[in-house]
């Protein structure tokens, strides 16, 4: 019998490494014996962020770029490849949304042009920017898994997110064409869409069906899945992990 999931001698970039899902996710990959080359903004605080992992005895790279600095992801790749020769699984999960729920909502005429070009530049531009750049070297080996971090808010309108939501509709999106693109070099591309990941203890709410938060943890095994190996005949898919809240409407009013 074959293993569900196997890693053979695989190379994963992770993207907003130092932040909720990203650390789960490093964490994850590296416990299965992947390498992980890990970025975010600041390459000091990757690092702290990381230790534990790094302790742990996982092999893990921090790194620091800006996702929306092309220049800056090239010379990134360059450090990349110099320290591990290849990467085989990119996970573009730096993202970043107004957290408009605390603000109050926001009308889409009124959103700033520099606001909602900084959310498309991060969300859509550091996918565009990382995939551009990493899979060339996938492609001439025949071999990648990409999964881009979608959003319930990107399959449904979200009121209020106006660029947050239009952001992550394009990833996935652009996740699919990615995923024809690519399906005969042996590179499949797929999304991970979150709803409501606790950033600290997971609160009851009535928001979901399941009735509370879902963990970064829950994220990462989703992402884990489609990162594997043995997840080679899925590709374009988009995969809700959100309780059911995309299901709406919720709680116990049916
Ligand atoms: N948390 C949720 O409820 C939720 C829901 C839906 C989708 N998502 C998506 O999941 C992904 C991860 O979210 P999270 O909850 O871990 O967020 P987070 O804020 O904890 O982590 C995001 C990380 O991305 C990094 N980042 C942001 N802009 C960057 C840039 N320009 N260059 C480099 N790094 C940058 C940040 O420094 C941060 O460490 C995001 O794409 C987010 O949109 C999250």
């Given at each position: 019998?074959?293993?569900?999931?196997?890693?053979?001698?695989?190379?994963?970039?992770?993207?907003?490494?130092?932040?909720?899902?990203?650390?789960?996710?490093v964490?994850?990959?590296a416990?299965?014996?992947?390498?992980v080359?890990a970025?975010?903004?600041?390459?000091?605080?990757?690092?702290?962020?990381l230790?534990?992992v790094v302790?742990?005895?996982g092999v893990v790279r921090c790194?620091?770029?800006?996702?929306?600095?092309?220049?800056?992801?090239?010379?990134?790749?360059?450090?990349?490849?110099?320290?591990?020769?290849?990467?085989?699984?990119?996970?573009?999960?730096?993202?970043?949304?107004?957290?408009?729920?605390?603000?109050?909502?926001?009308?889409?005429?009124?959103?700033?042009?520099?606001?909602?070009?900084?959310?498309?530049?991060?969300?859509?531009?550091?996918?565009?920017?990382?995939?551009?750049?990493?899979?060339?070297?996938?492609?001439?080996?025949?071999?990648?898994?990409?999964?881009?971090?979608?959003?319930?808010?990107?399959?449904?309108?979200?009121?209020?997110?106006?660029?947050?939501?239009?952001?992550?509709?394009?990833?996935?999106?652009?996740?699919?064409?990615?995923?024809?693109?690519?399906?005969?070099?042996?590179?499949?591309?797929?999304?991970?869409?979150?709803?409501?990941?606790?950033?600290?203890?997971?609160?009851?709410?009535?928001?979901?069906?399941?009735?509370?938060?879902?963990?970064?943890?829950?994220?990462?095994?989703?992402?884990?899945?489609?990162?594997?190996?043995?997840?080679?005949?899925?590709?374009?898919?988009?995969?809700?992990?959100?309780?059911?809240?995309?299901?709406?409407?919720?709680?116990?009013?049916?």
């Amino acid at each position: 019998m074959t293993d569900i999931i196997s890693f053979a001698d695989r190379v994963a970039l992770v993207t907003g490494a130092a932040g909720n899902i990203g650390r789960a996710v490093v964490r994850m990959l590296a416990g299965h014996g992947v390498k992980v080359a890990a970025t975010d903004f600041d390459r000091a605080k990757t690092e702290a962020v990381l230790a534990g992992v790094v302790g742990a005895g996982g092999v893990v790279r921090c790194y620091g770029a800006d996702v929306t600095d092309r220049a800056q992801v090239e010379s990134l790749y360059r450090a990349v490849m110099a320290d591990f020769g290849k990467v085989d699984i990119l996970i573009n999960n730096a993202g970043v949304w107004e957290n408009r729920d605390v603000i109050g909502c926001k009308r889409f005429e009124t959103v700033k042009p520099e606001e909602w070009r900084r959310i498309f530049a991060i969300n859509v531009g550091g996918v565009m920017n990382f995939s551009q750049v990493f899979l060339p070297q996938m492609a001439t080996r025949g071999y990648g898994r990409i999964i881009n971090l979608g959003s319930i808010a990107g399959e449904v309108g979200k009121p209020g997110y106006l660029d947050y939501s239009g952001a992550k509709a394009a990833v996935i999106r652009i996740t699919q064409v990615m995923a024809m693109e690519n399906a005969k070099r042996g590179i499949t591309v797929n999304s991970v869409s979150p709803g409501m990941v606790a950033a600290g203890p997971v609160k009851k709410t009535t928001g979901t069906w399941i009735g509370r938060e879902g963990t970064a943890d829950e994220m990462a095994r989703a992402i884990f899945f489609f990162a594997a190996d043995e997840s080679g005949f899925i590709t374009g898919a988009d995969l809700p992990v959100d309780g059911g809240r995309i299901l709406g409407p919720h709680g116990d009013d049916m």
